[in-house]
């Protein structure tokens, strides 16, 4: 059974950083696409980024430069560093696991497995 697991949220100031952890079981995160998403009240689930099958990166606009995606294979964990962050990034934070080809690597539906979310506020 896949389980995503995501921990680091937390009540920050805007300027601070933070790095969220998405701890991954029954899966092999080398053989996925491992994404981050967020949410925020009353918007859509949307794109932050992703780390590709083949180590690939890619970002939203709104956080590219900021936020950076890695893996670690051995401890079976992805993770979020978000640098200089904003009040606009508070959202509850996802991570996900899928198979989608690059073309459709932005798009939530193409994530079979999901964690339960962890809440980031960026106070200004």
């Known amino acids: 059974q896949v389980q995503l697991v995501e921990s680091g949220g937390k009540l920050v100031q805007a300027g601070d950083s933070l790095r969220l952890s998405c701890a991954g079981s029954?899966?092999?995160?080398?053989?996925?696409?491992v994404g981050w998403f967020r949410q925020a009240p009353g918007k859509e689930r949307e794109f932050v980024g992703v780390i590709s099958k083949s180590s690939r990166t890619y970002y939203a606009d709104s956080v590219k430069g900021r936020f950076t995606v890695s893996r670690d294979s051995v401890k079976s964990s992805v993770y979020l560093q978000m640098d200089t962050l904003k009040p606009e990034d508070t959202a509850v934070y996802y991570c996900?696991?899928?198979?989608?080809?690059?073309?459709?690597?932005?798009?939530?539906?193409?994530?079979?497995?999901w964690g339960q979310g962890t809440q980031v506020t960026v106070s200004s």
């Open positions: 996900a696991a899928g198979r989608a080809i690059l073309s459709a690597i932005r798009d939530p539906n193409m994530y079979s497995h």
């Open positions: 029954g899966i092999t995160f080398s053989g996925y696409n």
